[in-house]
C-alpha cells in the first residue's frame, strides 16, 4: 500500500468517526478500559444498558479474590472519583431472561481510554444481581434505542462527544480466521452491494422501541433425502408456517434463536425422519434424539453424529417495499459447541409477539444498524467451507463461586 493510500484512508477513517472494538471472545464480548480497568463487555443489540459489575459488591458477595478468579468482570473506583456515597445513590432495576435474571446498578462517571485520547462516560455499577441460574453478572454494552426513562446509551454518549458521527454500528463475526473473533464498529455507514438486504425497523405501539422487523413466515427446509422437496428449479422446497403480527427482535445479546411452536415440532420431525434413516436408529425415541436439560436455561442438546439431519431455518422478513426477503439460519450458526457425546443446539420454542433473533443470526450475517434511519442492512457471510463443529465449553455466562 502506498503512503499516500495510506493516509488517504487514515483520513477517511477519521473523517468518518468511528470506534472499531474487536471481540476477545468468539461470544461478542469486547474490551472497554474504564478508569485503568480493562472490562470485557457483553455488546448487547437487544438492551440499551451500559453497566460494570463493582468489584466493592461482587468480592463482598462471592468473597476475596474472586474479581481475580474473574478476569475483566469487576470494576473498582479510582480515589479521585469515590464510591463512598454507593448506598444512598439511587438505584435503577432491570430485569433480563423473562425476569429470570435482576440488576440493580446505580449511576456512576468514569473516564474511557480511547487509544489516541479519553472521554468521560457515565456508566451503571451494579450493587446487587438475583438469578435462577448459578451464573455470574454480565457487564453489558447495551446498543439498542436510547428512551427517556433510562440514562443516556453508550452510543448516545459517543456522538454527543463527537467520537461517532453517527448512532449506528457494524457486527461482523470472524468465522475462518483462528486469530480473530470479529468486531463491533461504532458509528459510521453500512455496505450497500447488491447482495445487501435493507429492513425497515418497525415500532409496535405495544412494545418498546428496539430492533423489530416484521416476520411474514417462518419455515425450514426441507432435507435433501426427500425427492419431492425439489422445486422446479432445482433448489429444496421450504415448509413454511405464515405468521401474523409477529416481530423478529435482532438481539446479540441472546444465544438463540426462538421458533414458533409448530415451527419447533415440524423441525423435530425432520429431524426424527432423518435420524431413522441410520442403522439400528428406527426404535429411537425423540428424546434421546434431541432433549432439553432443565440446568442449561434455553439450549437444546443432540448428539454430534444427528447434527447432520437438522435443518436450515428460513425466517420470511418484511424489507423494503414490503417485499418479503429470506433469512437463513443453517445448523452451522445455531449448534453450539461440542463434546465428544453431545452437542448445543440454541433454539426455542415460543409463541410470543416478538421471536428472537440471536446470536445465530449473526453468525450467519454481517450486518449495519442505523438507529437514526431505523433500519438493518445485513450481508450474507460466505459459507464454511466444510462441516464444523465447535469442541469446548461455552464461556458466554461464567459459573459464580461456592460459597
Not at 469487576?74 to 454507593?86: G, H, K, N, T
Not at 457486527?171 to 459510521?188: M, S, T
Request: aromatic share 10%; with cysteine; charged share 20%.
Amino acid at each position: 500500500m502506498s503512503l499516500f493510500v495510506f493516509s488517504l484512508s487514515v483520513l477517511n477513517l477519521a473523517l468518518a468517526r468511528v470506534l472499531t472494538l474487536p471481540f476477545h471472545s468468539e461470544y461478542g464480548h469486547i474490551v472497554l478500559v474504564l478508569d485503568g480497568h480493562p472490562i470485557s463487555l457483553l455488546a448487547d443489540s437487544g438492551s440499551a444498558r451500559f453497566f460494570v459489575v463493582y468489584g466493592g459488591w461482587f468480592e463482598r458477595q462471592y468473597g476475596r479474590g474472586s474479581c481475580r478468579r474473574h478476569n475483566m468482570t469487576c470494576y473498582f473506583c479510582p480515589v479521585e472519583a469515590p464510591c463512598d456515597d454507593i448506598e444512598q445513590r439511587d438505584r435503577i432495576t432491570v430485569g433480563y431472561a423473562e425476569g429470570l435474571d435482576v440488576y440493580q446498578y446505580i449511576q456512576h462517571s468514569g473516564v474511557l481510554d480511547l487509544g489516541q485520547s479519553t472521554v468521560n462516560v457515565t456508566f451503571g455499577l451494579v450493587v446487587n444481581y438475583t438469578s435462577n441460574y448459578n451464573v455470574s453478572p454480565i457487564p453489558t454494552l447495551g446498543l439498542s434505542f436510547g428512551r427517556a426513562d433510562i440514562p443516556k446509551t453508550f452510543l448516545q454518549q459517543l456522538n454527543d462527544l463527537e467520537v461517532i458521527d453517527t448512532l449506528s454500528y457494524s457486527i461482523h463475526f470472524e468465522r475462518f480466521c483462528p486469530y480473530e473473533k470479529g468486531k463491533l464498529i461504532v458509528g459510521g455507514v453500512g455496505s450497500k452491494g447488491q447482495d445487501t438486504i435493507r429492513l425497515p425497523l418497525s415500532m409496535p405501539p405495544e412494545l418498546k422501541r428496539r430492533l423489530y422487523v416484521p416476520i411474514a413466515s417462518v419455515g425450514i427446509v426441507e432435507r435433501q433425502e426427500v425427492e419431492a422437496s425439489l422445486s422446479g428449479d432445482g433448489s429444496r422446497k421450504i415448509i413454511r408456517f405464515s405468521l401474523q403480527d409477529r416481530v423478529a427482535l435482532f438481539d446479540t445479546g441472546n444465544m438463540g434463536i426462538d421458533l414458533p411452536y409448530m415451527v419447533m415440532s415440524a423441525l423435530i420431525e425432520e429431524l426424527e425422519a432423518g435420524v431413522s434413516t441410520l442403522a439400528n436408529s428406527r426404535t429411537l425415541r425423540v428424546e434421546n434424539i434431541m432433549w432439553w436439560e432443565v440446568d442449561r436455561p434455553m439450549v437444546w442438546v443432540i448428539r454430534p453424529n444427528h447434527v447432520r439431519f437438522l435443518p436450515t431455518i428460513v425466517y420470511s422478513l418484511v424489507g423494503e417495499g414490503n417485499e418479503t426477503v429470506d433469512i437463513r439460519i443453517s445448523p452451522e450458526h445455531y449448534v453450539g459447541t461440542c463434546s465428544y457425546d453431545e452437542c448445543m443446539v440454541y433454539l426455542h420454542a415460543s409463541n410470543a409477539t416478538e421471536l428472537v433473533v440471536g446470536e445465530p443470526f449473526f453468525r450467519a450475517y454481517d450486518a449495519h444498524v442505523d438507529l437514526e434511519g431505523e433500519i438493518i442492512s445485513v450481508k450474507p457471510q460466505p459459507s464454511r467451507p466444510a462441516a464444523h463443529l465447535r469442541v469446548g465449553h461455552d464461556p458466554r455466562r461464567l459459573m459464580l463461586p461456592s460459597v
